[in-house]
């Protein structure tokens, strides 16, 4: 049973649930806004059994790219994090392989469920993970940029529960394209130290990402600026605080830090956008989410 519930946790660990719970809230609020464009207010039960298929399938996408992450990583890990699953031997690169492929599989064929074109934006989105995990993420220029569209697929994903929305709404993915290109600058070498220049960088692209929270009516005249403003200012203190911090020392721990909660902002950042479009009370709906990915990312890494 300790054998069991060693190996569970290690997979566990490789999964890293805090995150997954980060790009259901890019699923749900692409949902909610796709309703909303689509009828001008949000006024279809959520629980649709297609949203569930939604939510399961950026659960595969997203789980199935970050443990072939840790595979594609596990030489440097070997070195770099000995502590991590595979390095340590809790987890068998071998099947943390085959695991992290079957769950970008489920990904796809569970958006197949809902239609074609949710396959399509799951299978791109699987593509692009793989392309990332084994080569984007060594490139300096293409690699923010290749997670970046990871991001801005899965927000699409949420929003082709409507076909029809999903062309108009086609600019909403700009904004997770942008934030996580800054949030992967600003991880560029966390373990050994911050990098001025990409922290920089990384805070410009985060006030674009406020900028367009704020002034996304000029895009959707159905957006309504006034709802989104509160949960514009909770993200910028979540990512300017600890990115500030991170500017000063360039310490590991403050870097990953920055990181950390860049990553868990995203799930304001969808509120945000959420609540622009559907009202503030879906916007807190999604924000929800937050508190339950910060718990669980006490007991499980984000980065």
Request: hydrophobic content about 55%.
């Amino acid at each position: 049973m300790s054998n069991f519930n060693t190996t569970l946790k290690a997979y566990l660990q490789l999964l890293r649930p805090a995150n997954i719970i980060t790009s259901i809230a890019d699923v749900v609020a692409g949902i909610i806004i796709a309703h909303t464009w689509s009828t001008g207010k949000f006024s279809q039960d959520p629980l649709t059994i297609d949203s569930f298929f939604l939510v399961l399938s950026t659960i595969g996408l997203y789980g199935g790219g970050i443990v072939l992450n840790d595979v594609f990583d596990a030489k440097l890990d070997a070195v770099e994090r000995p502590e991590r699953p595979i390095p340590s031997g809790r987890a068998k690169k071998q099947s943390a392989a085959l695991f992290g492929t079957l769950l970008l599989i489920f990904g796809v064929l569970t958006a197949w469920q809902v239609s074609l074109s949710s396959a399509i934006i799951a299978l791109a989105v699987a593509i692009l993970a793989v392309l990332y995990d084994a080569w984007g993420k060594h490139q300096e220029a293409f690699g923010p940029i290749n997670m970046g569209f990871c991001r801005g697929g899965n927000l699409l994903l949420g929003i082709s529960i409507i076909n029809t929305a999903i062309a108009p709404c086609l600019s909403l993915a700009i904004v997770p394209v942008v934030f996580i290109t800054a949030v992967t600058m600003v991880s560029r070498g966390e373990v050994n130290g911050g990098n001025r220049p990409a922290i920089i960088a990384g805070g410009i692209l985060y006030a674009i990402v406020v900028l367009f929270i704020l002034g996304a009516r000029y895009a959707f005249p159905i957006y309504m600026p006034i709802f989104s403003m509160p949960f514009a200012l909770i993200f910028a203190l979540l990512v300017y605080r600890p990115l500030i911090k991170a500017y000063r020392t360039l310490k590991p721990a403050d870097v990953g830090k920055a990181i950390k909660f860049g990553v868990l902002s995203l799930i304001v950042m969808d509120a945000g956008l959420t609540a622009g479009f559907a009202g503030p009370e879906y916007g807190l709906g999604v924000l929800l989410l937050l508190p339950l990915s910060m718990l669980v990312a006490k007991l499980f890494a984000v980065t």
